[in-house]
């Protein structure tokens, strides 16, 4: 099993920059990917951005292109997801997510972190 723990809720103004953090214990050797996902009041889960464990390689949502970045680091088993130029439809419980293998659904959750961004 794969234990995550995000941090880094906040409340900022739009236009601002917030910072979450996403920590993996347990099985991390396990890891393929990790994402990042969010729900707003009354809306279903969406997909934010995602990077592979190992090449590193990036993917986001078209609403956060150009302000959103993923990154990870991985002697600290931790992946980052750093938003700029923030929005106030960007307010959401923001949740960190782990995949074992490619094409499969993501196995692990984190208890999910709010992200409030007044206009």
């Known amino acids: 099993q794969v234990q995550l723990v995000e941090s880094g809720e906040g409340l900022v103004q739009a236009g601002g920059s917030l910072r979450l953090s996403c920590a993996a214990s347990?099985?991390?050797?396990?890891?393929?990917?990790m994402g990042w996902f969010r729900q707003a009041p009354g809306k279903e889960r969406e997909f934010v951005a995602a990077i592979s464990w190992s090449g590193g390689s990036t993917y986001y949502a078209d609403s956060v292109k150009g302000r959103f970045t993923i990154s990870r680091d991985t002697a600290k088993n931790t992946v980052y997801l750093q938003m700029n130029s923030l929005k106030p439809e960007d307010t959401a419980v923001y949740y960190c997510?782990?995949?074992?293998?490619?094409?499969?659904?993501?196995?692990?959750w984190g208890q999910g972190t709010q992200v409030t961004v007044s206009s």
């Open positions: 347990g099985r991390t050797s396990s890891m393929y990917a």
């Open positions: 997510a782990v995949t074992s293998s490619p094409g499969a659904g993501y196995d692990y």
